[in-house]
């Protein structure tokens, strides 16, 4: 089963930063484009970027341009996604999902494979 475990997620200040961790429980990664989602509460789960199986080509949201930045090491057959000037508006759920998403059109279908995320929380 393509089930990812994401890690990394606290209470930050805004401005602060963070930075999440997507792994496999049991396949390689290096096969799938992965993407990251949120979730905030009361609304509904969003695209947030998307990398390609090589790292080579990258997607984000508007939202979070110049202020996240998605790679990956397939050596270490993780995913990350570097969040900085977090602000509190980024406050979620955050999931990662294999072959969710396509890193050259920007296009976010989702997944039958969701993990448990991990929470994140910009407050001050």
């Known amino acids: 089963q393509l089930q990812l475990v994401e890690s990394g997620g606290g209470l930050v200040q805004p401005g602060g930063s963070l930075r999440l961790s997507c792994a496999p429980s049991?396949?390689?990664?290096?096969?799938?484009?992965i993407g990251w989602f949120r979730q905030a509460p009361g609304k509904e789960r969003e695209g947030v970027s998307c990398i390609s199986r090589d790292g080579g080509t990258t997607n984000y949201v508007d939202s979070v341009k110049g202020r996240f930045t998605i790679f990956r090491d397939n050596a270490k057959n993780t995913v990350y996604l570097q969040m900085n000037s977090l602000k509190p508006e980024d406050t979620a759920v955050y999931y990662c999902a294999p072959e969710s998403c396509l890193p050259l059109s920007g296009v976010y279908y989702g997944s039958d494979y969701w993990g448990k995320g991990t929470q994140v929380t910009v407050s001050s």
């Open positions: 049991a396949f390689t990664l290096s096969y799938y484009t």
